[in-house]
Each structure stands twice: as C-alpha cells, then as structure tokens.
C-alpha cells in the first residue's frame, strides 16, 4: 500500500495522538488542537519542547487564529540535533537548497545545489531528503530549522539565484518566489508575479503558502493596487485557512486603500469576520444557523473546490429536516467527492481539488453531528478529535462543534473511559471557540483508545477490520467497517444492503470510499492488500 510507510511514521504518528495539552504543559493558555498538533510534531512529541515552543507564540497564533512561523524550533540545541555531524560542504549545500526550494523535482534541487546527485543518494542524507520518482520530499520542519540556524544569508542568497535561473529558464512562475528572496527594494512587475503564484495556490487550496507569497508580493509593491490585490489574496488565504486575526489585518488593509473586499451580494469581508466573532447562542437544533453560516461564507470567493462542497453541503443541511436517509446518502457520496487532503508539498500550484482548512472542518464537523444525531457517540467522538488536530474546527457554523461536544460529553458513559476523559476536558468558551483546557493528570492520547470491538459474526470480516484499525492511517467510519465486514467475505453490493438496510447506491459510495482510504480500486486488490497485512502482524 503506498500510504503504509507514511502510516508508521513516527511524525505522522504524533500528529494524529498529540490532541490534547494539559495544564502541565501549557499553563493556564488555551490552544487549538490544531496548534498542538503541529507543536507535536515539530518537538517530536518531547513535553519541554512544546512548552518552549509555545513561548515563542503570541496568544493569537496558540489560539489559531494567526499563522504560526514558517520555521520552529524550541532552541538552537534542539534544532542542531537533528543534523548529522560534520556535515560535508557538498551535503550542507543540498540540505539548504532542499529547506527553501519552493519545486519538487530532482533536477532542480541539483541546479540550485550544484552538486552530484551521488550526494543525495548517500546514507547521511537518505532519509533526510527522500527521493521518489524524480522529486524529493520536503525536509522536515526540525531539520529545516536546523540548516537555516547555521546558514549564512550569502549561502542563501546563492541556493535562491540559482533556483531562480533555472526556473526562469524554464517559464515557470514560481521563479518569483526565488527571485523575491534576493530583492530589498520596491518592484512592481515582480510583485505582479508573486500575485499570480499566490492566487494560484490560493485556488489549489494552499492557504498557508498562498498567504506567505503575497505577504511577500505587498513588501516590493510600489502601488497601492498592487499591494490591494495582493492584501486581498492574503486575506482571502488566511479566512479559509482559519487565521482569521490575520484575515481581519489583511481586510482593514484592503479598506484602507479603498478596495474593500466584498461577497457577490454586498457583504462586506469585515462583516462577516464581524460577526464569526460574535457568534451566537447554542441553538437545541443548529441546522437552521449552519445552513445560514456556511451560506454566508460561501459568498466570500473560495476556492472552486470549496464553493462546490459547501454548495453540496448547504443542500444536505436542507434534505436533513424532511429525510434523514436521503440525507445521510448525500453526506456519504459528498465526503466521497471531495479532497480533504492538501498537496503533500505545500508550493504545489498545480489544481488538486484539495479543500481549504475551513471547508473540510465543517464537513468533518457535519459529519460528526449526523454520527451524534444517530446516537454512535464513540464514533462521533473519535472523528472529532481526529478532525480537531487538522481542521479549525472552532471556527464552524456558530456553535454546532460546542453543542457536539456537549451532546458527547452527556453521554460519557456510552465512551471509552479515556474518550469521556477527554471530554471531561473542553470547554467551550461564551463565543463557542473549542479550545483546550486539560487537567493535572497529562496528556491524553487518541491512540489510548482501543478499537472497537466488532461482531464475531462474520469471522473473516472481523478480521479484515482488525486489520484496518491497526495498518490504516485515516480511520474508516463504523459504517464503512459494516461494509468491510461482509465485503471481505465476498459478499456482493447488493446482500451487503440488503443486511445493512441501505440502498445499492450507498453501499457502493461505502465501497469506493473504503477502497480510496485503503489505496486500492477493486475486490481483489482488496483481498491482496488484507492478506498482507495479516501475513505481516
């Protein structure tokens, strides 16, 4: 399976347990889940690490609502350790030019470094610079730290014009980012370029790097519509990335030099963040304010993937008064169709399909409230705080995640001990913002939580489940494990919905998702990839 090394990653491992920061950590500071999340990573799960970490931050970046640095490092120290020692100067080269290239392939990597590709292939950089079909995967954020502290800024000057060379020669826009790097003084025509490159990022669903290029674009803008066009694209990335104290500095910008960012109705950008802010009252039944929230945002020019989805979204909100099965068939085919997962490189202009942060945290937060609503709460508790450490679910629909939760919490004695634990924990604040608290007793992991315990029924398909709770990355809902029971079986479509009492049409969206989660597109590829996995446990 091609998602199998990535699934023992030790980083990705972090990523996914590190949801929670208790008091001992942190103090008394509340943190989104998705800032622990990355502090995880970034400290290697290390408890002092995240404590210095989070030190550095300003209050709006621990809450999320700012951009946290492009690089991070608890100290210099720390940094340093993940280097090898004595590096050579041919590998501290290739180091630098891999940690602030902004295109993945080889060939460039070798033009901006100079050196032989032998050099990459050694065993000091192996692991440090993968290397896959002609492209390298982005450094990690600890390395890339380390190699920045001790990187003269003529050494990165250097890595930068040659980067820039040869992508200019090769038409491709990203050269201004390179050729930005290099330049101090005001430059219209290529603060027009970096515009570009922002925007197209920004239509691909890359928030984070969107914004960086055309902060970037407004330091060498030498008109004020330049630096309105660029403010707005920031602005616009940060909103769907979940920064929204970053998205309101960008709109008040736009404001300022009389070019308002406004929706296709009249709705100003300020407005709208206006009232996010305020929020609302938790509502028994939060359909009706979803429905208005997610079609208020929906005229704040996302991406076209996003408009999609949220359009999808906004109808099943609808369908969902009048026929609950109809609308959890257009909930399963519409999680289905969509891109949760941005470009594994985060420069990647190219169209993907990839949602934005926020749109995908309200669809994940949709989810949750439809397994809430059909009372499988273990489930809805584990989707959401799987989705709190990638989504800033916080943001969602005026209140709906703070009424999940606690819906959830109420029924603790349906969870897992460590799960009721857990949401024994959060603690919705008046304006709804989920955020965490913790106790004196530590953090708490969602890798604490066993799987749950499937029918013996279907001995085969027990198994098979089994299988996926411990090799699958992403988890499958219950209902796709329902389907995985008697499709692993040899069940066809259609006796899997005769015993599930669902339609054809649904088993088979059940179907497909297992298959895209598990990297396979048929039945047999099925039966290989579970043979395996259990020839290899």
């Not at 709006?60 to 940094?79: E, I, K, V, Y």
């Not at 101090?184 to 570009?196: C, E, F, N």
């Not at 202009?349 to 995908?360: I, M």
């Not at 090799?471 to 209902?479: F, G, P, S």
Request: with cysteine; charged share 25%; net charge neutral.
């Amino acid at each position: 399976m091609a998602d199998d090394r990535k699934a023992h990653d030790p980083r990705e491992t972090r990523r996914r347990s590190s949801l929670l920061v208790s008091r001992s950590h942190l103090g008394p500071a509340r943190i989104s889940p998705v800032v622990v999340a990355r502090l995880a990573d970034v400290a290697r799960g290390d408890d002092q690490s995240i404590r210095n970490l989070a030190d550095t931050l300003s209050e709006s970046q621990l809450r999320g609502r700012s951009l946290l640095p492009d690089t991070m490092t608890g100290s210099p120290d720390h940094a340093l350790g993940d280097l090898p020692p004595s590096l050579s100067p041919a590998e501290r080269r290739a180091l630098v030019a891999a940690s602030v290239l902004v295109d993945d392939r080889v060939q460039t990597l070798l033009a901006a470094s100079g050196v032989d590709v032998r050099v990459l292939r050694n065993d000091r950089l192996r692991d440090l610079i993968p290397l896959r079909n002609g492209r390298f995967e982005r450094v990690s954020e600890n390395v890339r730290a380390a190699v920045l502290t001790v990187t003269t800024p003529e050494e990165l000057r250097d890595v930068h014009r040659a980067a820039a060379r040869t992508l200019t020669a090769e038409g491709d826009p990203r050269a201004s980012w390179h050729l930005a790097a290099v330049t101090t003084a005001p430059d219209g025509r290529l603060a027009k370029h970096l515009i570009l490159f922002a925007q197209n990022l920004y239509q691909a669903g890359n928030c984070e790097a969107a914004v960086r290029v055309a902060g970037r674009a407004v330091m060498l803008s030498d008109s004020e519509e330049c630096t309105a066009t660029a403010s707005r694209i920031a602005g616009l990335a940060s909103f769907w990335g979940g920064w929204l104290d970053d998205a309101d500095t960008w709109f008040r910008r736009c404001a300022q030099l009389h070019l308002p960012v406004m929706t296709d109705e009249g709705t100003s950008a300020a407005r709208i963040l206006a009232r996010i802010r305020r929020g609302t009252e938790p509502d028994p039944d939060p359909k009706g304010p979803a429905h208005r929230f997610v079609g208020m945002i929906s005229g704040l020019h996302p991406p076209h993937a996003d408009l999609s989805a949220l359009d999808g979204l906004r109808r099943l909100i609808a369908v969902y008064v009048a026929d609950r099965a109809a609308a959890d068939e257009m909930l399963a085919a519409l999680l289905l169709s969509v891109n949760f997962v941005s470009p594994q490189w985060p420069w990647d202009d190219r169209p993907t399909g990839a949602l934005t942060p926020l749109t995908s945290a309200h669809l994940r937060s949709t989810e949750v409230a439809f397994q809430a609503q059909a009372g499988d709460f273990p489930r809805a508790a584990a989707t959401l705080l799987w989705a709190a450490a990638r989504f800033p679910l916080e943001l969602v629909a005026w209140g709906i995640v703070g009424s999940i939760s606690r819906e959830i919490a109420q029924h603790s004695d349906a969870l897992d001990p460590a799960l009721a634990s857990i949401f024994a924990d959060l603690s919705p604040s008046d304006s709804l913002v989920w955020m965490i608290e913790g106790r004196p007793a530590g953090r708490i992991t969602i890798d604490a939580v066993p799987p749950p315990q499937e029918s013996s029924r279907h001995p085969i398909g027990a198994s098979a489940v089994d299988l996926a709770d411990r090799h699958l990355a992403v988890e499958l809902t219950r209902r796709e494990k329902d389907v995985l029971l008697y499709a692993s079986g040899g069940s066809s479509v259609q006796i899997i919905a005769n015993e599930l009492g669902i339609s054809p049409r649904t088993a088979e969206v059940h179907l497909g998702n297992i298959y895209r989660k598990l990297g396979v597109s048929s039945r047999p590829q099925l039966m290989a990839l579970l043979h395996r996995w259990a020839t290899h446990s």
